[in-house]
C-alpha cells in the first residue's frame, strides 16, 4: 500500500510517500518540502505547488492519499493559506484518480506516537524510529507529511481488516 | 477584454464571462452556479469545480480572471469552504495561463454601484442595469460573478489608461 501524505502550507508545504501495511514498519519512498516566497502572486504559488505534486504523483503513484484537515481555530492569516493549499493537495490527488483521507492533526499523532498531544519533537522522533530513518526528517512540516502517510497505512488497513471481517460474517 | 468572474463557494460558486472595455456597457457572454452537495466527498466536490471552470475557460477563452478574495471574518464553517473553492478557481486560472485579480466584496459593490456598502439586491440590479439584461441574473452567487468581471474590466481598464498616460508623458 502506498501513501501520498500532504502537510498543506504555502510556505512550506509537507510531501510525502511511504509503502507500507498495517502493523509492518513503514518504509520511505520519498519526502520534500515545497516552498514558495510569500512576495510571489498567489496564483503562481499554488500553480507551483499544484505542478510539483502532480510530478510526485506521476513519478511515485501512490494509490491513495491523506491530507491533514484544516481548522480553522490558528491563526486567522495562516489558516487561509493553509486551506488554499490543502485544496490544491486534495485537487492534485483527485485529478489523479486517488481516493482522499483527511485526518486531524491529533489523529495523526495518536497513530505514530499513542499521543494526541504529541508535540513537533516527539512526531519527529516516532516518524525517524518507525521508518528506521538514520537521519531525523527535516523541517517539521516533512514530519507531519510522513507522519500523515503512516497514519493513512495503519489506519487505512483498520478499515481494510474490518471490511474483511465483515465480508467473512455475511 | 474578456474576463472571467468567480465568486467562490463550494456549495454555490458563481462562474461568469463578460466582454467590455472601461468607460463602455460591458456584454453578458456566460453565466452560471455551479453547485455540489454538501453531503458529497470534500475532493471529489473540489474536482467537480476544477472540471467546469476549466470547461468554461476552453469555451469562452477569457483572457484575465476576478477572484473574490476570502476574508477571515466570516462564518468559520463557511470561510473554508470559500477558500478552498477560491484555491480551485484561481489554480484554474493560473493553469490555464490568466492572470488572477482579487477583488474584495467592498471593492466589487463600489466598482459597480457606487457604494461599497451596496446590498444584494442592489448588486443585482446594477448588474442587470449595466449587463442591459431583460431578465435579473439568479441566485445572487451568479450576479456577484458578473459584479466580479464588470469590476475588474473597468479597473482593469483604469490600470491601462494610467499606464498609457505615463509612457505618453515619458
Known amino acids: 500500500m502506498r501513501v501520498l501524505g500532504v502537510d498543506p502550507g504555502l510556505t ?3 510531501v510525502a510517500v511511504v509503502d507500507g ?50 481548522f480553522s481555530q490558528h491563526n486567522v492569516r495562516t489558516v487561509m493559506g493553509t486551506a488554499q493549499a490543502g485544496a490544491v493537495a486534495i485537487l492534485a490527488a483527485a485529478r489523479a484518480g486517488l481516493p482522499v483521507q483527511m485526518y486531524t492533526p491529533s489523529e495523526v499523532k495518536a497513530a505514530v506516537s499513542g499521543n494526541g498531544n504529541a508535540d513537533k519533537a516527539q512526531v519527529t522522533a516516532m516518524v525517524t524510529k518507525l521508518l528506521r530513518l538514520e537521519v531525523a526528517p527535516r523541517p517539521a512540516d516533512a514530519a507531519d507529511a510522513l507522519a500523515l502517510a503512516i497514519c493513512h497505512v495503519w489506519r487505512g488497513g483498520a478499515r481494510e481488516r474490518l471490511g474483511a471481517a465483515l465480508r467473512r460474517a455475511r
Open 12 to 14: 512550506r508545504c509537507g
Open 21 to 70: 501495511l498495517p502493523g509492518r514498519p513503514c518504509k520511505l519512498v520519498h519526502v520534500e518540502v515545497v516552498r514558495s516566497d510569500p512576495d510571489m502572486d498567489l496564483s503562481l504559488r499554488l500553480l507551483k505547488l499544484d505542478r510539483r505534486l502532480a510530478e510526485v504523483v506521476a513519478e511515485h503513484e501512490p494509490e491513495s492519499a491523506a491530507v491533514e484537515r484544516v
